[in-house]
């Protein structure tokens, strides 16, 4: 059972910027695709961006011109870097890995992201 953990949340100004990173074990890390989602009160779960064991990378329309997500397979590591952060951006923020030729999916416990107004 593969255990994710993310880390880097926390309060922020409209218009600051965060890092989140995700740490993961117990799953060979290179090769599964990594996501970011977050789910803000009230909502569903959304997808933020994606990056493929390959490094392509995906984002909701809304977000690829101020979210970047990159992957460091040494540190078996994914990482979020959000600027230009916006009050309605409050979700907790989740990473999720995904091998799709074996049905593997795993969740991380989510980090909060407070934009304060």
């Known amino acids: 059972q593969a255990i994710l953990v993310e880390s880097g949340g926390g309060l922020v100004q409209p218009g600051g910027s965060l890092r989140l990173s995700c740490s993961a074990s117990?799953?060979?890390?290179?090769?599964?695709?990594m996501a970011w989602y977050r789910q803000a009160p009230g909502k569903q779960r959304e997808l933020v961006a994606a990056?493929?064991?390959?490094?392509?990378?995906n984002y909701a329309d809304s977000l690829k011109d101020r979210f970047t997500i990159s992957r460091d397979n040494a540190k078996n590591t994914v990482y979020l870097q959000m600027n230009s952060l916006k009050p309605e951006e409050t979700a907790v923020y989740y990473c999720?890995?995904?091998?799709?030729?074996?049905?593997?999916?795993?969740w991380g416990q989510g980090t909060q992201v407070n934009g304060s107004s």
């Open positions: 999720n890995a995904e091998r799709r030729i074996t049905h593997s999916k795993y």
């Open positions: 117990r799953i060979f890390f290179s090769i599964y695709a």
């Open positions: 990056i493929t064991s390959g490094g392509g990378t």
